[in-house]
């Protein structure tokens, strides 16, 4: 069982930036590719980013693509989401979720097993 919780959500102008984090349970976290999501009103849950085990490899869906940074901290069971150049198409629920299986990043959101309750994200034009 893999419990995650984000934090960093809040109200921020067009422009602005923001720090999402989300602390994850368990020993194990290491081995998981993690991802971020999103589902604004009115649309399906969406693909933001993902990053491999270590770090190393990282993915983008295009609409944030040089404006969103995932990172993680292994030692702290962390993974986070940098957001800058906010837009308000940006404001959704933003959900962070572990895949177990050891495989390769996905942006599928069958492939992740575990997801976090969401932080919400407002941004104002």
């Known amino acids: 069982q893999v419990q995650l919780v984000e934090s960093g959500g809040g109200l921020v102008q067009a422009g602005g930036s923001l720090r999402l984090s989300c602390a994850a349970s368990?020993?194990?976290?290491?081995?998981?590719?993690m991802g971020w999501f999103r589902r604004a009103p009115g649309k399906a849950r969406e693909f933001v980013a993902a990053?491999?085990?270590?770090?190393?490899?990282?993915y983008y869906a295009d609409s944030v693509k040089g404006r969103f940074t995932i990172s993680r901290d292994n030692a702290n069971y962390s993974v986070y989401l940098q957001m800058n150049s906010l837009k308000p198409e940006d404001t959704a629920v933003y959900y962070c979720a572990a895949d177990i299986s050891l495989g390769r990043p996905s942006q599928r959101r069958p492939q992740y097993d575990y997801w976090g309750q969401g932080t919400q994200v407002t941004v104002s034009s």
């Open positions: 990053i491999n085990w270590s770090g190393g490899s990282t």
């Open positions: 368990g020993r194990t976290f290491g081995y998981y590719a």
